[in-house]
């Protein structure tokens, strides 16, 4: 790594270590001790920097931060009603629009933005990790969620509209992830580090999302490489459209084995 990069690592940390906190933990002072630090930190290691023709480690962070703080706005467990769907709209649609307004209009940079089409056929090897994707998460998934008993951190879907609702739920939060997550995120820290760092920080903040959605227990062992290989896959075809497409072909597995557990009998399609 270069220098810079070495001294972009440590607040990048901090900021980035605020998701656990946050998410996990549920330590919001932490997270916010880890915020400020990260931030005034990358604000220091700026002013001591003799040209100031790179991007704004300070900014990106806070930018980082600020996304952060409006998820954490909300409680994360998952609810199907009416109020509950409102609030995730809103607070993880802000987690997106703002920090991309604010890079955009304030900062007057391009650093988040959304390449939905790359203009390029996908490659071979993707469409074969698709139907990949697919029959694992038909293997995996029914044995995550039933013997870890974590299926039950969603609410009973007994009816076809809470069943619509799930289904809308789960797409819709698999789409921000993408948006969040790679295209925010990783695009930031990818401004000031190597590509395998921030990959690893922005998988740090991925899976601390997912554990308080209700993906618990033994989930990390799963969501951990998910993240990471999303952020690998984005790097390699540059398409949101493809780890979106990537996503929701999981999340269709998650929404099915959601159903069938809370509804045997309904979906025999799963070993378990």
Do not use: K
Request: some cysteine; proline content about 6%.
């Amino acid at each position: 790594m270069t220098r810079s990069a070495w001294q972009s690592l440590g607040p990048a940390a901090l900021v980035c270590a605020a998701a656990p906190a946050f998410f996990v933990l549920g330590w919001t002072v932490l997270g916010w001790a880890l915020l400020a630090a990260g931030v005034g930190i990358a604000a220091l290691v700026e002013r001591r920097r003799v040209t100031a023709a790179e991007p704004s480690l300070t900014r990106d962070l806070a930018l980082i931060g600020l996304g952060m703080l409006i998820v954490h706005s909300i409680p994360l467990a998952a609810e199907l009603d009416d109020g509950a769907m409102l609030r995730f709209t809103l607070a993880l649609g802000g987690a997106v629009v703002v920090p991309y307004l604010i890079s955009r209009f304030v900062f007057r940079d391009r650093a988040i933005s959304f390449p939905w089409r790359t203009g390029r056929r996908w490659a071979p090897w993707q469409w074969v990790w698709l139907v990949a994707v697919i029959v694992l998460g038909w293997l995996i998934l029914p044995f995550y969620f039933i013997t870890s008993g974590v299926y039950l951190n969603w609410p009973v879907v007994d009816s076809p509209e809470l069943i619509g609702r799930l289904f809308l739920g789960v797409g819709a939060v698999g789409i921000w992830d993408e948006l969040f997550f790679i295209c925010t995120v990783f695009a930031l820290l990818r401004r000031h580090l190597p590509e395998a760092a921030a990959n690893v920080l922005q998988a740090a903040v991925f899976v601390s999302f997912l554990w308080e959605l209700g993906y618990r227990a033994w989930g990390p062992v799963l969501t951990i490489p998910f993240a990471l290989l999303q952020g690998w896959i984005f790097l390699r075809t540059h398409s949101l459209a493809y780890v979106v497409t990537v996503h929701l072909l999981f999340d269709a597995v998650v929404f099915a084995v959601l159903v069938h557990a809370h509804n045997p009998g309904m979906l025999p399609i799963f070993l378990l």
